[in-house]
């Protein structure tokens, strides 16, 4: 039994194994499929090794391969950059189609901060990293619109006015003339992105820190934002991006103002107020009970006159592909805006096109990006007298009718029925133009232009770790101008001489770099380096043109300037070109991943200064500790990571210098004369003078930055917090002081003289989280910024700037910050004489006038009473993003605010005083103002008299609380189920509705609490082209 039970299983073990041996010559096999990109198409390049062999190959231009396995434990290996590499056992399958999932995670680690790329937890400066996708749900054809309130320590004030570039700050000011942050765009520097398609941006990171944008030297004072283009990927993959849409102009400031009738009766209440008697030459006589109107007397409401609901649009397509040796990306772009005021628009056209090649296996890589925009805009004067909005509804009577509709014999013209009508009618109307009239003449003016932007490079690979790069980049731009000045018969004063202005300009910026790179890892330690050698020369700018008057008539198609009569200004002009040379060089290093530490240094010379004071030297140091990485706090398990990190550097700036500031320039004109000094003869003889006084003592501004943050995110990556304190203090500023009479009309250089501090804290919070099918994600942005001018020059600690017909509201004084509001403090309205009396003196006071504050108690109200009334920087900005997904849909909002600004109203000097214009009044100063039964009101009394005690002064009355809360966009969508898409060839579609600043909270009285301006003198509203409510419908297709 033994022997046969032995022979049994003998046998079986044979046949076992010849059974076996069988089997494995079956399983060798051959597998194929294909490669495909989630939510993409094929990717060619892939490459599939069988894991634990040499056996290995790459997918065809199709996505397919072919490849030969041992058995059903074989493992297949698919790998590719950008992607998440997959891992497959073979088991019994023949065909193995596989879909890579994009490397979320990896892409959004790598930060571009200059001339390199880091992983974000290695960075120790302080960066801010934009979303694009979130940026790109606010409709805009500027980029910058888009950043406001997406990340910390920016500010963005903008208009509504179409193709108008928005207001943009980083941490607050550093110079008194100019404090635009300088913009990379894919490694070439430029002053604006305005020629920017919002659709092309892939990537935004804002350098805030020294540490973060030292490496741009001299020219990162006010920061640095660093644009990154879409490149193309593996893959065939075409898009289309729509969206249309309508903007309501809304009511406007009529509901405020009065209509024809309450106009007539504040005349009434006038009279009553001064005790005047008079007959009125359109309401009849003041002894009359009540005024009586016209038969010609319209109702005007202007603000609807010169307004409309506007369209705009936008389309979109790019086609991308290629593998890993070839890539290309194209794409085209149109975004037309119609302003809400009449005829206001722009139109931009954009084009890009970018590829990439790998040569010599991997170790060449060379490329190229080339852009071009065409534009065209028509807009109007804003924040000012000559605005439609401030010419229109706050200055124009309601009687005034803005069309004739019936014959009227006016004071120097007869008007017939379609014919404008104007302040030429009768007397009393004021002096004010037809703002309609105004716009639909300019309609036909506008501005061009055309700008080529674009840069090639090549990169070697020397050996791993060690890079060699060069590129030569630059932007071309040519634009023309066209004004024509129509001959006017409406007004009280016309003009009776039609005139013309055009055009042209071109010119533009070119940037050489080349960089050596090294980037190793040694065990524990990680070194990585980049150094280089960089030119530029930028404002380069020329520029003709020339005006003609007296042409004999208006109509376009003689609108040359050869059709003039007269010559009234020929001009050429030009602007000198600045040469700028850089060295510089930066080193990160990291000890475990746990200690991070980096140096930068640059040495920038620029020819605005003179040979002794050309170079600048600008280091930074910062550092980082991971210290979730410790010992002490591993066990947290809530704590998902921690990096505590700092910097300091400094940083320079050369924007307010003139290119001419180191040199005394002389010149001669031919309309002046100058005495024949030479004493040849008795006439006067055209010489020369002193235009320009130099100063080639002058150098560059210096910040110098101070940054402390920590970084951290909670309960597995869920919470993020990014916290950020910092300091910058300018030295060295930049100030045209002013000179003694003693030099005559040459105009002041500038001196470093001044000085400025900028404190704050710059916060982000994030939440993401997915429940089931139910997505959410949620951030915010906090940003402060205390400003706080600490010189201005010796002997003097103060400058005012910005004035109207009340004369200077701005101050820019040591201890105070930049634009500060100053004038008299209204401490209440003279109840009566009994009140006036026991006043402080007062020029003009008497009851129902304004009660000044006597600031130095000297019983005297006069100049030195003025004291500081307000200030137009917020207490702090912030932004709120939400998104939610639920299988299919998706809807998103976002909302923003300023909180503790004010705002002078400057629209109140026309509205709420009778003798400053004869124009429209508000409805307070009907119903709500002083007189001898209402002395308890806050409104002046309706008065003819103007003086100090009423509207020729700055003073409180005007300063309103800006703060406010705005819904900037709410946006839902739905993605169509990518089953239903595969028979119609589509890969994704998205349809979107959108509903764009859909309200706004403040007690701000104005049209538009978002208010802009100049540096010096800002948060001025004189007439503001409101943001205005928007619905749009829109529409994502992939191919």
Not at 896 to 907: A, E, L, R, V
Request: no cysteine.
């Amino acid at each position: 039994m033994q022997i046969t039970t032995i022979v049994r299983r003998t046998a079986l073990i044979f046949l076992s194994m010849v059974f076996s041996m069988g089997i494995v010559f079956a399983q060798q096999r051959t597998i194929t499929g294909k490669v495909t990109a989630e939510g993409e198409g094929p990717v060619p390049g892939v490459t599939v090794v069988v894991q634990g062999t040499t056996v290995g190959t790459i997918t065809d231009m199709s996505g397919t391969y072919s490849i030969r396995v041992q058995g059903p434990s074989s493992v297949l290996v698919f790998s590719f950059v950008g992607y998440q590499t997959r891992e497959i056992t073979v088991g019994t399958q023949s065909t193995i189609d596989v879909v890579l999932i994009p490397d979320v995670v990896a892409v959004s680690e790598v930060v571009v901060t200059g001339y390199s790329s880091q992983r974000k937890r290695d960075i120790t400066g302080a960066v801010g990293v934009v979303e694009t996708t979130a940026l790109k749900a606010i409709p805009s054809g500027n980029v910058v619109s888009q950043l406001q309130g997406r990340t910390s320590g920016i500010t963005v004030i903008g208009s509504g006015q179409p193709g108008q570039t928005s207001r943009l700050r980083i941490r607050g000011f550093s110079s008194f003339e100019n404090n635009d942050p300088l913009y990379i765009v894919d490694g070439i520097p430029s002053s604006t992105i305005s020629m920017i398609n919002p659709n092309d941006v892939e990537s935004i990171s804002v350098l805030k820190d020294a540490g973060a944008a030292s490496i741009y030297g001299s020219r990162a004072s006010n920061g640095v934002i660093v644009i990154t283009t879409k490149k193309g990927a593996t893959g065939v993959k075409v898009t289309y991006d729509m969206y249309t849409g309508t903007q309501l102009a809304g009511g406007g400031p009529t509901k405020d103002l009065l209509n024809t009738k309450e106009y007539a009766n504040l005349q009434w209440l006038v009279y009553r107020n001064d005790g005047t008697n008079e007959t009125h030459p359109i309401y009849g006589p003041s002894s009359n009970a009540s005024p009586t109107l016209p038969g010609w007397a319209a109702d005007t409401d202007w603000y609807k006159t010169i307004t409309r609901n506007a369209s705009m649009s936008n389309h979109d397509v790019t086609l991308s592909g290629g593998n890993e040796n070839a890539k290309f990306f194209a794409g085209v772009g149109a975004f037309i805006q119609n302003g809400i005021i009449k005829t206001t628009d722009t139109k931009k056209y954009t084009a890009r096109f970018n590829s990439e090649f790998k040569v010599l296996e991997g170790r060449l890589t060379i490329g190229e990006n080339v852009s071009m925009t065409y534009g065209s805009s028509h807009g109007v004067t804003n924040l000012a007298e000559g605005s439609p909005i401030q010419m229109g509804p706050y200055r124009s009577q309601p009687i005034v009718p803005a069309i004739i509709t019936k014959p009227i014999k006016g004071t120097g013209h007869d008007f017939v029925p379609g014919e404008y009508g104007g302040t030429g009618i009768i007397a009393r109307l004021g002096n004010n133009t037809n703002a309609l009239a105004n716009l639909e003449r300019a309609k036909d003016n506008n501005n061009y232009n055309l700008s080529v932007m674009g840069s090639a490079f090549a990169d070697v690979k020397i050996m791993d770790g060690l890079n060699v790069r060069s590129s030569l980049g630059g932007r071309f731009f040519n634009g023309a101008y066209y004004s024509f000045n129509n001959s006017t018969y409406e007004n009280a004063e016309n003009n009776a001489t039609p005139s013309m202005t055009e055009g042209a300009n071109y010119g533009g910026h070119w940037t050489w770099s080349n960089t050596v790179s090294y980037n190793k890892t040694f065990g524990d330690h990680k070194v990585s380096a980049v150094g280089g050698y960089e030119s530029n020369k930028i404002n380069i700018y020329r520029e003709l043109g020339g005006t003609r008057a007296g042409y004999f008539s208006d109509a376009v198609d003689y609108r040359t300037l050869s059709n003039g009569q007269t010559i009234t200004a020929a001009f050429s002009s030009a602007s000198t070109p600045v040469t700028l040379v850089s060295q510089f060089a930066k080193a990160d290093y990291s000890f475990r991943d746990k200690y991070l530490f980096s140096a930068t240094i640059r040495r920038d010379g620029s020819s605005v200064f003179s040979e002794d004071k050309r170079y600048g030297i600008f280091p930074s140091f910062s550092a980082g500790w991971r210290i979730k990485d410790e010992s002490f706090l591993k066990d947290l398990s809530w704590l998902s990571d921690l990096k505590l990190r700092g910097s300091w550097g400094t940083l320079g700036n050369q924007l307010a210098v003139n290119p001419a500031n180191a040199f005394s320039l002389f010149g001669g004109s031919p309309d002046q004369s100058f005495y024949d000094i030479s004493g040849t003869g008795s006439s006067s003889a055209q010489g020369f003078r002193k235009n320009r006084i130099g100063n080639p003592d002058a150098q560059w501004e210096t910040n110098v930055t101070t940054d402390l943050g920590f970084e951290a995110t909670l309960f597995n990556s869920k919470i993020g917090i990014v916290f950020d304190w910092y300091s910058k203090q300018t030295k060295d500023l930049l100030f045209n002081p002013e000179l003694p009479g003693t030099a005559g009309s040459a105009s002041q250089p500038y001196v470093n003289i001044a000085s400025m501090s900028n404190k704050g804290l710059d916060i982000e919070l994030t939440y993401k989280n997915t429940f089931g099918d139910l997505g959410f994600n949620a951030s915010a942005v906090l940003t402060t910024v205390n400003n706080e001018i600490t010189k201005v020059a010796d002997g003097v600690n103060f400058f005012d700037w910005g004035g109207s017909r009340i004369g200077s509201y701005n101050r820019n004084q040591v201890g105070h910050p930049m634009s500060a509001f100053f004038g008299y403090q209204v401490a209440g309205l003279f109840k009566d004489a009994a009140e006036v009396a026991s006043a402080a003196k007062q020029d003009g006071a008497e009851p129902g006038f304004f009660r000044y504050a006597d600031i130095n108690n000297d019983k005297v109200i006069d100049p030195k009473d003025r004291t500081f009334i307000g200030n137009p920087n917020p207490d702090f900005t912030y932004g709120l993003n939400l998104a939610l997904t639920y299988k299919n849909f998706d809807i998103s909002t976002f909302i923003y605010g300023s909180q503790g600004n004010d705002i002078f109203n400057n629209n109140k000097w026309w509205v709420d005083f009778w003798p400053s214009f004869q124009g429209q009044k508000s409805q307070d100063l009907l119903y709500r103002s002083w007189t001898p039964s209402n002395t308890g009101a806050s409104v002046p009394k309706a008065s003819n008299k103007s003086n100090f005690s009423t509207n020729t002064v700055s003073s409180s009355y005007y300063l309103e609380d800006g703060s406010f809360v705005r819904m900037k966009n709410l946006q839902i969508g739905y993605t169509m189920p990518a089953s239903s898409l595969s028979k119609v060839y589509l890969k994704s579609v998205r349809v979107y509705v959108q509903a764009v600043n859909l309200f706004t909270i403040t007690k701000y009285s104005g049209l538009d609490p978002e208010i802009g301006g100049g540096d010096r003198a800002f948060g001025v509203d004189a007439g503001n082209y409101p943001n205005v409510k928007q619905f749009i419908i829109g529409l994502n297709l992939t191919l």
